[in-house]
């Protein structure tokens, strides 16, 4: 944070052209990376938002997806497990309570997972959330591996 | 000669178990500098929490989350209560269950139902001796607790005082202060507390931390998606997961401190005795020598 604040200050004196965001993703475990970008891209819970440097200040509800960075040309991904990201100052944080890159998204098994969690009975509301959360979860999993 | 090689015996075993107390040490604090580094790692999840938190406040929620329900009095509360695996820690395990079990018997004494969840082989013989019944035992949490694992016991909770099955949670563990200071406490996580004693600090700092970052952390218009209530409805039983992951941390950390001191403690102890043994087998075998000389000097004169 403490580095993250100054380059912040900088990037908002410079002519709009040439910013650059800092993104910064935290987990509950440590800082998962923090990084100068040029684009990043969040798996709100309503779906992707992209946000380019200079973009006014948000605060968002994260769902189950894809987060995706750009720095030069080259694009990373992570699949990022709800949360939330707040956008200020060119400085994009996201907490999550995990971000894994996606070429190391484990998938043994999780098509069966996905199968499981779809044939499991959900009679109560509290079920059927439970429910709809698992299955939002493990498809998003496994679309962002697919993609790595 | 037979006393002074019994000594020499005694002195053998000291110096052999100061050589293991002596690498304990050495192992423990090398883990104590792992867990001290995830616990400052795991620090930054929470401070931006609380920053999150400070940033939607002017926009406090016109109903109060489902978790800060007070219901009294508790009719079934559940104690958590975290102990380390192995011993040889001092006073570590039991200060935690000295004040868990003051905790059992205040819940008990208020009328309520008290479930008992410990995790930690220490925790579980102790109250296995007691017997106080347990209805959950852990004993996967070592010295380095995932996040992963803490949140099942997270929902798990949540699930269960949403659902009214548990009207409280209270954790017993050992709160790191400084490497200098723990101290064994009970906290109260569900309902989470409002007036909380580490909130308030934390609160405090948010506010302390724009000020310190300059005049461009100043109040945004922030947009928020899908609305501040919304966020502020989810924030609420993350930060719960956050502060209870914490209490594990904290555990951890704590434990580690416990047994290097203990086992510095008791590496000085070997030493002394050690030296004193020493000093005991000199003193034996030159009394043997003098008693000898007397014996061939006598001998002598008596030839004469």
Known sequence: MADAIPAAEHGATTPAGSKLLQCQVVTPEKTAFAKTVDFVALPLFDGELGVLPGRAPLLGRLGYGELRIKVGGATESYFVDGGFAQVRDDVVTVLTSRAIPADKIEMNGSAAKLDEALKVKAVTESEVEEKEKAVARLRAMTHVSRKA | ?304
């Open chain 2, 1 to 304: 000669m037979a006393k002074a090689r019994a000594i020499i015996k005694r002195r053998k075993a000291v110096d052999n178990i100061r050589k293991i107390t002596r690498t304990m040490e050495l192992i423990a604090t090398a883990r104590f500098r792992k867990a001290m580094d995830r616990a400052v790692e795991a620090e930054a999840y929470t401070r931006k929490i609380a920053e999150m938190a400070s940033d939607l406040g002017g926009s406090s929620p016109s109903t109060l989350h489902p978790l800060y329900e007070k219901r009294e009095p508790a009719a079934n509360a559940l104690l958590l209560v975290l102990t380390s695996n192995r011993g040889l820690a001092g006073g570590y395990n039991g200060n935690v269950l000295r004040a868990a079990i003051r905790d059992y018997q205040d819940l008990q004494a208020e009328g309520s139902q008290v479930a008992v969840e410990v995790s930690g082989k220490r925790g579980q013989n102790f109250l296995k001796y007691r017997k106080i019944p347990v209805s959950a035992n852990y004993g996967h949490f070592e010295d380095k607790p995932a996040f992963h694992e803490v949140e099942v016991l997270a929902d798990r909770y949540m699930r269960l005082f949403l659902e009214g099955k548990i009207d409280r949670l209270d954790v017993a563990y050992t709160r790191f202060i400084n490497t200098a200071k723990q101290e064994a406490v009970v906290r109260t996580l569900l309902p989470i507390p409002t007036d909380d004693p580490d909130a308030a600090p934390k609160a405090a700092e948010a506010k302390a931390a724009p000020a310190a970052a300059g005049a461009g952390r100043e109040k945004a218009e922030y947009e928020f998606l899908p609305d501040a209530e919304g966020i502020l409805q989810e924030l609420v039983p993350v930060s719960f997961k956050a502060r209870l992951f914490k209490c594990f941390l904290d555990a951890a950390v704590s434990e580690q401190i416990a047994r290097m001191v203990a086992m510095k403690g008791a590496s000085q102890n070997a030493d002394e005795l050690s030296k004193n043994l020493t000093r005991q087998y000199n003193r034996a075998r030159q009394s043997q020598i003098t008693g000898d000389l007397a014996d061939i000097v006598g001998a002598a004169i008596a030839l004469e």
